[in-house]
DNA sequence: TAATATCTTGCAACATTGTTGCAAATTATA
DNA sequence: TATAATTTGCAACAATGTTGCAAGATATTA
């Protein structure tokens, strides 16, 4: 697990460094989402503020993580599965709000369906956010 | 105008004051979606901060306009073009943010296609967010 | 229309979230 | 191991969002 994290950052030419590592390994352990918040409060290592800031930013520009629309106001980041590069994520991403345990997950086996755009309107990148109840909460 | 605006308000159970009214002209003559700080900076008058996300909240509720999910940690609002009531918002939004102008467009006439979700998950909302070049943009 | 009740606004004070510069510490490189 | 390059944490700040409360505006009733 450690020497996997640390392949994933060199491989994208970054220091392996406590924080990135720890984080990394958050996202890796969830099972969902998380917002910068969860991050400063879940982590049991205790992260400077900026620190939890520069690195997600980090992630998100070499492709590592992606950030995920919501309708409030929080942002929310998640892993990207494969062969996003660096500037250059999948151009489509679905994702799944449960309204209950207020887990975000990536659906990354759904296909998002081509949109019927108004005439003159060029699509280049597709978010769904789905909203709902998810598997676990639906089966209680 | 004027009238209509109040109509609005009034329908809703709202009295009619001059922030409501100006913040409501403000979303009708927009051709898209508006956020806290536009409101903030480009009214005429000048409105208390608190007062506006008061008054957003109010028409939120009340479904006078929702809001729209960013990639980024913005939060968009948008009229909500009829049959929205208290609370019960559309269940279905598609918007489409064009990386030129910046403009987020409300695509009313945009049918949102089925998704396919893994078994156990049940929908009740789906928001659709597309990002590339508008059609005003695509013509220059 | 005037008096009263109700609702809305603006201010102040505060909490949270996000940003920048810089020195110290850590990591990578030779 | 020494040096160069990168990263971290602190401080200070900026922006964004929240709450309580008194003053003001709007709606209601007679």
């Not at 450690?2 to 099972?31: D, H, P, Y």
């Not at 400063?40 to 590592?64: A, M, N, P, W």
């Not at 996003?84 to 997950?105: R, S």
């Amino acid at each position: 697990m450690k020497s996997e994290i640390a392949e994933i950052l060199k491989k994208n030419q970054l220091s392996v460094t406590g924080s990135r590592t720890a984080i990394l390994e958050m996202f890796k352990k969830s099972n969902g989402a998380l917002a910068h918040a969860d991050i400063e409060k879940k982590s049991t290592e205790q992260f400077d503020r900026v620190t939890i800031y520069r690195t997600l930013q980090t992630f998100v520009e070499k492709g590592i993580i992606h950030t995920i629309p919501t309708t409030d106001n929080s942002v929310l980041y998640a892993l990207c599965i494969n062969n996003c590069t660096q500037n250059h994520h999948h151009d489509n991403h679905a994702h799944f709000i449960c309204d209950v345990c207020d887990i975000t997950f990536c659906l990354n086996h759904v296909t998002i369906p081509e949109v019927n755009l108004p005439e003159g309107f060029k699509k280049k990148r597709a978010d769904i956010v789905l909203s709902g109840v998810c598997k676990n909460c639906s089966n209680k």
